[in-house]
Structure formats: C-alpha cells, structure tokens
Nanobody
Framework: QVQLVESGGGSVQAGGSLRLSCAAS????????MGWFRQAPGKEREWVAH????????YYADSVKGRFTISQDKAKNTLYLQMNSLKPEDTAMYYC??????????????????WGQGTQVTVSS
C-alpha cells in the first residue's frame, strides 16, 4: 500500500509559478512510475506528466511541455511538479499518481495503482 499526499497548490496570477510536492509513504522496488494528473470542473481527469522510477525518464502532455518539470527525490520519497508560466487553463485539481505494474501506460488514469487526495491550483488572468 502506497499513500500519497500532495501539497503546494494555491492561487496565482497568470505567468506565475508554483511547485507541487507529493510525499509518498514509500518508493518501493515495485514502483514503476509516478506522475501528475489534473481535473478541471466538468472535465475528465487528464494526464500531465510522469517519470519512471528507474532511470528517471520524463514525459509531458503537449499542453504543459516547456513550462512544467517533473522530478523525483527517492531519498525523500517525494515527487515534484514545478509549474512555470502558468495559464488560466491550468486551473484544476492536481493529483499525484503511482503505478506499480510494469509495462502499463503511465499516462492512462485506468492504469494508476494509487492516487493522492489532490491539491487545488487556481490561475487568474
């Protein structure tokens, strides 16, 4: 069982920055990848970015590429999402996610093994 707790959300003006953190109860040998998803009101949950636990390769949705950076600190069991040049359309609840099954798509919500409770990000114009 992996517990995920997000923090770092808040309200910011367009063009601003925020850094989200996700504290994991453990980064076990079975952790395949970790990532971030977001969900705006009335919309489906969408993939934002993910990172492979082994090797650290990163992948981003086109909508955030070049503005967001995902990283991990295994020693601290913590996942991060640095968000720069924020836009009003980035407003959403952001969820940390972990996958423990190897070989699955880390960008699919249906493949996620564990979810955090979410942290709200609001970007005003």
């Amino acid at each position: 069982q992996v517990q995920l707790v997000e923090s770092g959300g808040g309200s910011v003006q367009a063009g601003g920055s925020l850094r989200l953190s996700c504290a994991a109860s453990s980064y076990t040998s079975s952790t395949y990848c970790m990532g971030w998803f977001r969900q705006a009101p009335g919309k489906e949950r969408e993939w934002v970015a993910h990172i492979y636990a082994s090797g650290g390769s990163t992948y981003y949705a086109d909508s955030v590429k070049g503005r967001f950076t995902i990283s991990q600190d295994k020693a601290k069991n913590t996942l991060y999402l640095q968000m720069n040049s924020l836009k009003p359309e980035d407003t959403a609840m952001y969820y940390c996610a972990a996958v423990t099954s190897s070989g699955v798509s880390c960008a699919r919500a249906s493949a996620i093994s564990y979810w955090g409770q979410g942290t709200q990000v609001t970007v005003s114009s």
